[in-house]
C-alpha cells in the first residue's frame, strides 16, 4: 500500500543552523501539508501547499520556514535558523482530491531536536 | 474559529473490555468532518474512523464506534474488546467540508493504556 515516507527520522541540530525535512507524499496526491508536534503537546498545522505555491499558513509559519517540492515527487520544510522552540515533531501529509472527507494520509514524522 | 477538546489526557482499559474517549468541538460552520486518529509510540498517524456532520447515523469501524451528538458537538469514541495494539494516543480532529482543501484542527490527545 502506498504510504507517506519522511526522511531522516532524528535529526539533531545546532541553534542558527538551517535544517531541511523531506516528505515523499504518495505519489498521484497533490495536496500537500505540514504539521508538527511539540512534546507533549498536541498536533498543529503550518502550512498547506498545492500547484506548487502555499495554500494557506498558520502564525507558526513565520519566515523562518519555507516549504518547495523541487522535483515532482519530494516535498520539503525548510527551517532556516533553527530556535530552541522549533523542536518538536514534523509530519507530512498528503491527498489526492479536495475535500473535507478526505483522508489526509501522514508520513511517520521527523523528530526534530535544536541543541 | 475552531477548536477541539479533550477532557481525558489520560485512560486506561482491561483488555478485551470497552473504553469511551471523549471529545467535544466548537464550530459556526455547518458542513465538516470529525475524525479519531490513532498515533502508536511509532508515532505514524492512522486514521481510525470518520464521521460527516450531516450524517446522524454513528459511524463504525469494526472494534471503533462513535457517538456523534451535534447539538452537543460531543464527538466520543467507543473502543470495544479493546486489545494491547489499542494502546496508543488518540487525537479527535475536525476539518471543514466542502470541496477545497483545508487543514485538520487535532484536539490534544488521549494517551490509552491497555492492561493485560
Avoid at chain 1, 507524499?25 to 498543529?44: A, C
Avoid at chain 2, 494502546?87 to 487543514?103: E, L, N, P, W
Wanted: glycine letters at 6%; hydrophobic letters at 30%; one cysteine or more.
Amino acid at each position: 500500500e502506498p504510504e507517506v515516507t519522511q526522511t531522516p527520522s532524528h535529526q539533531v541540530t545546532q541553534m542558527g543552523q538551517e535544517v531541511i525535512l523531506r516528505c515523499v507524499p504518495i505519489s498521484n496526491h497533490l495536496y500537500f501539508y505540514w504539521y508538527r508536534q511539540i512534546l507533549g503537546q498536541k498536533v498543529e498545522f503550518l502550512v498547506s501547499f498545492y500547484n506548487n505555491e502555499i495554500s494557506e499558513k498558520s502564525e507558526i509559519f513565520d519566515d523562518q520556514f519555507s516549504v518547495e517540492r523541487p522535483d515532482g515527487s519530494n516535498f520539503t520544510l525548510k527551517i532556516r535558523s533553527t530556535k530552541l522552540e522549533d523542536s518538536a515533531m514534523y509530519f507530512c501529509a498528503s491527498e489526492r482530491y479536495p475535500g473535507g472527507g478526505n483522508e489526509q494520509f501522514f508520513g511517520p514524522g521527523t523528530r526534530l531536536t535544536v541543541l | 474559529a475552531q477548536t477541539v477538546t479533550q477532557s481525558q489526557p489520560e485512560m486506561s482499559v482491561q483488555e478485551a473490555e470497552t473504553v469511551t474517549l471523549s471529545c467535544t468541538y466548537d464550530t459556526s460552520e455547518s458542513d465538516y468532518y470529525l475524525f479519531w486518529y490513532k498515533q502508536p509510540p511509532s508515532r505514524q498517524m492512522i486514521l481510525v474512523i470518520r464521521q460527516e456532520a450531516y450524517k446522524q447515523q454513528n459511524a463504525t469501524e469494526n472494534r471503533f464506534s462513535v457517538n456523534f451528538q451535534k447539538a452537543a458537538k460531543s464527538f466520543s469514541l467507543k473502543i470495544s474488546d479493546s486489545q494491547l495494539g489499542d494502546a496508543a494516543m488518540y487525537f479527535c480532529a475536525y476539518r471543514r467540508g466542502g470541496t477545497s482543501y483545508d487543514k485538520v484542527i487535532f484536539g490534544p490527545g488521549t494517551s490509552l493504556s491497555v492492561i493485560p
